[in-house]
């Protein structure tokens, strides 16, 4: 069964149309919901494409040959036609977790034909014996895919904005862009990752905007110097508002808010006193953090956001989510339910979570895959014993 791929959620309500001189600050308000802001570097353009381009290979067999003789025989079972692969670009093993594989092809095209495949076996001479891959696409993670409607219209006074947006679809291949309407709106959809790419990026076009306007307007700022000086005073009290940390708001996938509530809630908190809120909307939880009672020294709220954020980064990277359906019938989800409790002591980092029809795992990519393994199995002989 393969991994569980969920769609997005509109994330960022379309604001009113910006002006020439206040167009950065609208759209940071239509990106704000996208989630942290990520620093902006040629890696991470090119990893959002690469992303697109890779697949989790998990039971590759551990210890039974030389890492390197491993690593030829993945890239030689997958640009086998047979097994519906092609070139290989690049092969990551072993990785940090025991059995699992990364395999980035040349063409993203091969990605979709190899996870096709019902079954994928791993035979070489040079094995003792065939091994069963666990093959799943790289982005299908616990992260789910972000939408968000965005208001270019600024940058139609320095841009063509047909132009700009076949820039943004060249840079990042895994973003998906709707139709340009006529006031300037458009819909994106991607992983965080992208998004917050997309946000920096426009961001930094926003902000060199901003400069010219100011180069421009030099001339007419010395009858207005009191009034920016009042100004600037003002947005530098808001910013050491911001800076203390009294309130902060961070938007996560909900399953990761579950994994890190369950797994890092006392690493997060430990010698703090923020209190945590949360909303969730489906596949989105926004946590709302504040001071307690007792004050705080200055900056520690921004700097558990700062921490919650920097987790989320790392499970986003390492997690993966699994379903088991209730293949029987519902009322057989008691079973289940038992069966993954008793299952879980051996895999004490998978997060298991139960529904009305199936129960999602959470953990990283191997752990996931044996505890469904194992968990069917265990189901399986149970209704034989009917």
């Known amino acids: 069964m393969a991994s ?21 600050g609208a759209l940071e308000q239509s990106l704000r919901a996208i989630g942290a802001p990520a620093r902006l570097s040629v ?26 003789v491993m690593s030829d025989i993945l890239v030689i079972h997958f640009q086998k036609a047979k097994n519906n692969g092609g070139d290989v670009e690049e092969v ?23 996870l096709q495949k019902n079954e994928h076996r791993l035979e070489d001479r040079r094995l003792p014996r065939y091994y069963p891959l666990k093959v799943t696409a790289y982005c299908e993670n616990v992260f789910s895919s972000v939408t968000a409607v965005l208001d270019m219209s600024v940058f139609k006074y320095k841009f063509v904005l047909e132009d700009l947006i076949q820039e943004l679809k060249k840079k990042s291949t895994a973003l998906s862009f709707g139709s340009l309407q006529s006031n300037g709106h458009i819909s994106v959809q991607g992983s965080f990752p992208a998004m917050k790419w997309l946000r920096d990026f426009l961001l930094l076009k926003a902000k060199s905007l901003s ?9 007419h700022q010395r009858p207005k110097k009191r009034l920016q000086r009042h100004r600037l005073t ?7 508002h911001d800076a203390e940390g009294e309130k902060q708001v961070v938007v996560l996938d909900t399953d990761v808010y579950h994994y890190m509530k369950c797994f890092f809630s006392k690493e997060l908190l430990a ?6 809120s949360d909303v969730t909307d489906g596949d989105i939880t926004t946590l709302h953090l504040q001071r307690g009672r007792s004050r705080p020294d200055a900056g520690q709220v921004l700097r558990v956001k700062e921490k919650i954020e920097n987790q989320s980064i790392k499970l986003h990277k390492s997690l993966r989510k ?3 359906n209730f293949e029987r019938c519902i009322r057989d989800k008691k079973k289940y339910r038992s069966v993954c409790e008793s299952v879980k002591s051996r895999f004490p980092n998978v997060l298991f979570i139960p529904c009305d029809t199936h129960i999602d795992l959470i953990g990283s990519s191997s752990a996931v895959f044996e505890f469904k393994r194992e968990v069917n199995k265990k189901m399986q002989g149970l209704f034989q014993n009917r």
Do not use: C, H
Not at 92 to 114: L, M, N, R, W
């Open 234 to 240: 003002r947005e530098m009290n808001n910013f050491v």
């Open 92 to 114: 990551k093993y072993p990785t940090t977790e025991k059995g699992v594989a990364y395999i980035t092809f040349e063409d993203q095209e091969v990605v979709g034909s190899v």
């Open 322 to 324: 699994e379903r088991i």
């Open 4 to 24: 569980v791929g969920r769609g997005g959620r509109n994330m960022a309500a379309v604001p009113r149309s910006p002006t020439a001189a206040g167009g950065s």
């Open 211 to 219: 400069e010219d306007k100011n180069e421009e307007s030099k001339s």
């Open 271 to 276: 010698n703090t006193d923020v209190v945590i």
């Open 43 to 68: 890696w991470d353009m090119g990893q959002a494409a690469k992303s697109a381009r890779t697949v989790v290979i998990s039971g590759v067999p551990d210890g039974v040959l030389n890492d390197d």
